[in-house]
C-alpha cells in the first residue's frame, strides 16, 4: 500500500525564520513520482515540483529546496528567510507507477508566517 | 502550461437539487480526470477516476449514484451531485492528466454550498 505522512500540522514561524516541512512517504513501487503543492487560502493548488524516484538529486529553487532520500524515503521541503505570503498549507504528494496514475496526498502541513 | 478550469467556482443550491460542476482541459487532451473533495481543514481524497469514453472508477466508499460523471471528451468532465444534501457541502477540485505524462494538472476548485 501506498502511505504519505506528513507528521507537522501546523508550523509557526517568524518571518525570515528558515523551516523544513517533512514528508515520509511508502511505497512498495521502484519507480514513482514525488510532488509538493502549496494551498493558499483561496483553496487553488499550486504546484511546486515534482521529483522522479530515479534522481535523488536535491533541488533549489529561489528560497524553496527540496532533499531527497530514498534511504530514508524522505522528501522534505525548506523555505528559507520564510514570508508572509508563504503562509499556507502544503501537501506532498506519491504516485506509483501502477497504471492508475493516482496521486496520494498526506494529510498536509499549515504554515503560518507571522510578521 | 497546461491549464485546467472549473465551473462554477462557486455555487449555493438547496438540499435536493442537483448541482453540476464541469472540469475541463484548456490546451491537451486529458485522458484521464479526477474528483477530489476536500473538507475543511483535511486532505484531497479521490473521489473517482475517469477515462474518455469509459465508466468512471470509484474509490472506496463513494456512492457512484450521488456522484454521477461524466467523461464525454478529451478535454471536459462533468461531476454531478445528485439530491445535494448538506454534508455534501465540501470543496469539489478536479484535474487531468495528458496521455504522454503521468502529471496531474489541478483546476482552481468549486466550493459547494448545499443549505
Known amino acids: 500500500a501506498q502511505k504519505v505522512t506528513q507528521a507537522q500540522t501546523e508550523i509557526s514561524v517568524v518571518e525570515k525564520e528558515d523551516v523544513t516541512l517533512d514528508c515520509v512517504y511508502e511505497?512498495?513501487?521502484?519507480?514513482?513520482?514525488l510532488f509538493w503543492y502549496k494551498q493558499p487560502p483561496s483553496g487553488e493548488l499550486v504546484f511546486l515540483i515534482r521529483r522522479n524516484s530515479f534522481d535523488e538529486q536535491n533541488e533549489i529553487s529561489g528560497r524553496y529546496s527540496w532533499n531527497f532520500q530514498k534511504s530514508t524515503s524522505s522528501f522534505n521541503f525548506t523555505i528559507t528567510a520564510s514570508q508572509v505570503v508563504d503562509s499556507a498549507v502544503y501537501f506532498c504528494?506519491?504516485?506509483?507507477?501502477?497504471?492508475?496514475?493516482?496521486?496520494?496526498f498526506g494529510t498536509g502541513t499549515r504554515l503560518k508566517v507571522l510578521a | 502550461g497546461a491549464v485546467v478550469s472549473q465551473h462554477p467556482s462557486w455555487v449555493i443550491c438547496k438540499s435536493g437539487t442537483s448541482v453540476k460542476i464541469e472540469c475541463r482541459s484548456l490546451?491537451?487532451?486529458?485522458?484521464?480526470m479526477f474528483w477530489y473533495r476536500q473538507f475543511p481543514k483535511q486532505s484531497l481524497m479521490l473521489m473517482a477516476t475517469s477515462n474518455e469514453g469509459s465508466k468512471a472508477t470509484y474509490e472506496q466508499g463513494v456512492e457512484k449514484d450521488k456522484f454521477l460523471i461524466n467523461h464525454a471528451s478529451l478535454t471536459l468532465s462533468t461531476l454531478t451531485v445528485t439530491s445535494a444534501h448538506p454534508e455534501d457541502s465540501s470543496f469539489y477540485i478536479c484535474?487531468?492528466?495528458?496521455?504522454?505524462?503521468?502529471?496531474?494538472?489541478f483546476g482552481p476548485g468549486t466550493r459547494l454550498t448545499v443549505l
Open positions: 484535474s487531468a492528466r495528458a496521455a504522454r505524462d503521468n502529471e496531474q494538472f
Open positions: 504528494a506519491l504516485s506509483g507507477y501502477s497504471g492508475t496514475y493516482k496521486y496520494i
Open positions: 511505497t512498495r513501487d521502484t519507480t514513482y513520482y
Open positions: 490546451d491537451f487532451q486529458a485522458t484521464t
